[in-house]
């Protein structure tokens, strides 16, 4: 074999991992933009839940209310603070009425950065922590490696912010990578304050198109329920539940065009279930749209998902566009 042909090869090898990498990549940002879109078409007073609850708010818990239709976020909110709630024998949720103070104060403390003083780094760790055991200013005139500099302290430990420029914008600064690592968990502590044996019941949704002409659109909606979110009860030595779907796809007007109920058993054992744990149970649901074409073509339409397992009596719904 000569030189050529090796580099050629080497090349291509090349070109198929590249190729690799920009698809994982694409794989990994595609969820990502998609939620980041969700997040812009908030209202302004579901866009302010999210930013104020930005600190203690999962991941898993963000997708789920950004995925949910606007009814149904309401209800969110509040069985997200009640989560949150160390008391539920009183009247009031002392956590959250501490956090919203937590909130205000820094609103109060941290003015002059251009942003409301919650979201500032001062007003980050003063909402997660509280007001510190000792805060020591060091104004200009310091010297030069304390100039503009604020350190706080929580018992024993240090938090250092730094106004690099001396105008009024202080960023938080530690000094080992020990300490980030401390505030990190701290913030995931916040994040889980209650106990949870199994994951949020949630799924995942695609819908792919595999005909479109002039009057038939032929696709399947494709439904991803991950095994560890699933409750099952206990028959005849197997595990098994039941999960209801129900969709509907309404038209730009709110007009129902098309819609789909079924249920489906999913069955399996301990053995068995321990080896899907990180894999997911799917549903395929064909479709064929005939009638009412051009009034899918004239606007946003949605489809509507309701998801149930009958076994906890737990369900979870989403809306997601659809467009021809």
């Known amino acids: 074999m000569n030189k050529s042909s090796i580099f050629r090869k080497k090349k291509g090898s090349l070109f198929v991992s590249f190729c690799s990498f920009i698809a994982i990549f694409l794989i990994l940002l595609l969820p990502s933009c998609r939620l980041y879109n969700l997040e812009r078409k908030l209202d302004s007073v579901n866009a302010e839940f999210l930013s104020k609850v930005r600190y203690i708010i999962t991941k898993e818990e963000r997708k789920i209310f950004l995925e949910l239709p606007d009814e149904e976020k309401d209800k969110f909110k509040e069985e997200f603070w009640k989560r949150r709630d ?4 009183t009247e009031e949720n002392e956590f959250k009425i501490e956090y919203f103070n937590r909130i205000e104060r820094a609103n109060e403390l941290f003015l002059g950065e ?22 020591i200013r060091n104004p200009m005139g310091a010297s030069s490696y304390t100039r503009c500099t604020e350190l706080w302290y929580y018992g024993g430990f240090p938090v250092i912010f730094v106004d690099y420029y001396c105008n009024g914008t202080y960023e938080l600064r530690t000094l080992s990578l020990a300490h980030l ?57 197997k595990l ?19 819609e789909y109920k079924d249920s489906f058993m999913v069955r399996t054992d301990e053995e068995e279930l321990q080896q899907k744990r990180k894999k997911n149970y799917t549903i395929e649901i064909p479709f064929i749209l005939e009638e009412d074409l051009e009034k899918l073509r004239q606007g946003k339409n949605l489809i509507h998902i309701l998801l149930k397992n009958r076994t906890g009596d737990e369900e979870s719904k989403k809306v997601m566009e659809f467009s021809l």
Do not use: C, M
């Not at 251009?114 to 805060?135: A, H, N, S």
């Not at 209801?244 to 007007?253: G, I, Q, S, W, Y």
């Open 86 to 89: 160390p008391d539920l024998a």
């Open 114 to 135: 251009g942003k409301p003083g919650f979201l500032t780094d001062r007003g980050r760790i003063y909402v997660l922590f509280g007001p510190p055991t000792d805060r």
């Open 181 to 237: 690592h401390d505030l990190n968990l701290a913030q995931a502590y916040t994040q889980k304050t209650f106990k949870r044996e199994k994951e949020f019941f949630d799924f995942y949704l695609e819908v792919k198109k595999t005909l479109l002409e002039v009057d038939r659109v032929e696709g399947v909606i494709v439904i991803e329920v991950p095994y560890a979110v699933i409750w099952f009860k206990s028959k005849d030595d």
């Open 240 to 258: 098994e539940t039941t999960l209801d779907v129900h969709l509907e796809l309404k038209d730009f007007a709110g007009d129902l065009i098309w």
